[in-house]
């Protein structure tokens, strides 16, 4: 896809951070935009800050872990502009474990389930079966993580699971419509190279009252990016952030070449990659990654 101009995006999770930044990417190459989100604050804001620039756009209530509610934001995408030509499924939260993982609390896996798993599955199933019938090629973009998808940190258990189990699905979806020589382009989306810098720390803004657990805050004591450059400072590691305006450029640019690997790493990244597959083949006992590292 060469050129956005005229494309119907829709992205849930879009208010903030990467979605965010997409939207508007997006929106200044012409693109009408559908933002689905359950964050009010800042869908309000989303919507103020795209009409001031004006971009056409669309913000929406949309509880990505309830398939119809992203049903919804699919019907409301098309009365509103038509057709659907991208969708990033995106939305993703922290649980913000800490500790010993048989020691969690059985909310945050369901919230963190819900949300990162179950709002990609939800997506597919909403949207998969209107961009598989458009007579022009379309893109479903999945918003992953290094964290799961590539390596494994030991600190966040419960997301990495997540991000793992997305990959797997992103990548079989890619096979599924290459078998069926279908319209869609599918891309795995990887934030960084480095920690994003943004609200994901924060997420408990956005859990549901159903899932509250008796202490608030996370386990982690991490609730921003500067918490966690200060915590890894205290080891002696400075943490290097990426803004989300510089995944928004490579997305695009990514997508302008229908790759599938929507990608940027670094060279110790890459280093670890290696040393991961090493292991592996020649069945070495892992050992665990380090952050910052």
């Known amino acids: 896809m060469k050129d ?18 997409l939207a508007f990417a997006l929106g200044r190459r012409g693109a009408k935009i559908v933002v689905g989100d359950v964050d009010a604050a800042a869908m309000e804001q989303v919507g103020d800050d795209l009409e001031a620039e004006g971009i056409e756009a669309l913000v929406a209530h949309c509880d990505v872990t309830q398939l119809a509610s992203n049903e919804a934001l699919a019907d409301a995408a098309e009365e509103r502009f038509g057709g659907i030509q991208l969708v990033f499924a995106n939305a993703g939260i922290g ?15 369901q919230w963190c389930l819900n949300v990162n798993l179950w709002g990609v ?50 990548e079989n979806l890619h096979y599924q419509v290459q ?17 994003v810098d943004t609200g994901l720390f924060n997420s408990g803004r956005v859990r549901p009252q159903a899932l509250q657990k008796e202490t608030a805050g996370n386990a982690s004591g991490i609730s921003s990016v500067d918490d966690m450059k200060k915590m890894a400072a205290e080891f002696g590691i400075e943490l290097k952030t990426t803004h989300p305006d510089e995944v928004a450029a490579m997305a695009i640019e990514g997508l302008e070449q229908d790759a599938f690997w929507l990608l ?20 070495k006992t892992p050992v665990p990654e380090q952050v910052g590292g």
């Open 95 to 109: 649980a913000g474990e800490s500790g010993a993982m048989w020691d969690y609390s059985e909310k945050d896996w």
């Open 4 to 21: 956005f101009s005229g494309k119907v995006a829709v992205i849930t999770g879009g208010a903030s951070g990467v979605g965010r930044s």
């Open 264 to 283: 940027k790493t670094t060279p110790e990244t890459d280093a670890k990659v290696r040393a991961r597959c090493d292991m592996i083949l020649e069945r």
């Open 179 to 195: 078998a069926g020589n279908l319209p869609v382009k599918v891309s795995a989306l990887f934030p960084g190279p480095h920690i």
């Open 121 to 170: 599955i939800n997506a597919i199933r909403a949207f998969m079966p209107r961009l598989v019938t458009q007579s022009e090629t379309t893109h479903f973009v999945v918003t992953g993580s290094g964290n799961g998808a590539l390596l494994v940190y030991p600190d966040q258990p419960i997301y990495t699971a997540t991000k793992a189990a997305v990959h797997t699905i992103t």
